[in-house]
C-alpha cells in the first residue's frame, strides 16, 4: 500500500512549457519511493510551431507568477524546466531568475541550465558535446551559456527545429542518432538539450554505446532537485548521474 501523504519523502516543484508533455511524465518515471513532483505550466509562445528567440528571453514574468502559484504547495525544491529558457539570456539572468524564484518561493530554486551546469560539475566534466533539436541561432546562445560556466565545446549540432510540437515528437532513433552524431573522441561527456525531448530512457544504452557520461535536460533537472531535497537515493537506469 502507497504510504501517506504523497510525497511523504519530498515534493519538487516543475514549471514547465505548455506545449510540451516529456518533463513532467519523465520526472514521475524517475521518481524513487516517497518523492512526488507537481507541474504548473507557462506559455513558450503563442505560436509554439513557430517560436522564437525573443520567445524564449521573454518567460521571466511568467515564471515567476507560477513561481507564486505552485509554491502554495508544501515543496522542497521547485524547477524551472526549459533548457533554452534560462540559458538564452546567459549565465547571469539564470542565476537571478533563480534568485528571484528563492526570494518567492522560500526554498531552493534551479533552472533547467543551472542544473546541467551542476550535473556535468559533480561528474568532473570539462569537455562536453552538445546535440540540441535546436536552431543554429538558439545554439549560438548555448556554447556562450556554457563556455561562460567554464567548460569547452568540442561540437554543438542542432536539428534546427523551431517547432515545440515537432521537438516533443522525436523518436528514439532520432535522439539516440542526435547523441552518436554530436559525439567526438575528446569529449568527456554528451549532453543532450531540450526538456522537450523524451530521453531519460535512452541514457544507459547511450553510455554504454559511447563508453561516456550522457547528460539530458530533463535527467539533470530531476537530479538537481533532488539534491535541493536532500535527496540522494541511487536510481538505476537513468544513467551515471544518480550514483554520484
Known amino acids: 500500500m502507497t504510504e501517506l501523504p504523497y510525497g511523504w519523502r519530498g515534493r519538487i516543484g516543475l514549471i514547465y512549457i505548455a ?39 521573454s ?51 534551479t533552472t533547467t541550465a543551472s542544473a546541467v551546469v551542476e550535473a556535468l560539475n559533480v561528474s568532473n566534466i570539462k569537455r562536453v558535446a552538445i546535440a540540441t533539436p535546436y536552431t543554429k541561432e538558439v545554439n549560438e546562445l548555448a556554447e556562450r551559456y556554457f563556455v561562460e560556466n567554464d567548460f569547452e565545446i568540442s561540437n554543438l549540432t542542432g536539428l534546427g527545429i523551431d517547432n515545440d510540437y515537432t521537438i516533443s515528437a522525436l523518436d528514439s532513433h532520432a535522439i539516440y542518432d542526435m547523441a552518436v552524431n554530436a559525439d567526438t573522441p575528446d569529449a568527456d561527456a554528451i549532453f543532450l538539450s531540450c526538456t522537450g525531448l523524451s530521453a531519460t530512457h535512452l541514457i544507459d544504452v547511450l553510455e554504454t554505446d559511447l563508453n561516456k557520461p550522457v547528460i539530458t535536460s530533463n535527467q539533470a533537472t530531476f537530479w538537481h532537485a533532488l539534491r535541493l531535497s536532500k535527496i540522494r537515493s541511487k536510481i538505476q537506469g537513468f544513467g551515471h548521474l544518480f550514483s554520484l
Open 19 to 57: 506545449s510540451a508533455y516529456s518533463m513532467d511524465v519523465e520526472f514521475n518515471n524517475m521518481a524513487p519511493q516517497g518523492v512526488t513532483s507537481h507541474t504548473t505550466r507557462v506559455a513558450l509562445s503563442d505560436e509554439p510551431d513557430c517560436f522564437s528567440i525573443n520567445d524564449l528571453s
Open 59 to 109: 518567460l521571466r514574468d511568467d515564471v515567476l507568477q507560477a513561481t507564486k502559484l505552485l509554491s502554495q504547495v508544501p515543496l522542497n525544491a521547485l524547477a524551472f524546466g526549459c533548457t533554452s529558457g534560462s540559458f538564452v539570456n546567459g549565465s547571469e539572468y539564470d542565476k537571478e531568475l533563480i534568485n528571484s524564484m528563492e526570494n518567492i518561493a522560500n526554498i531552493p530554486c
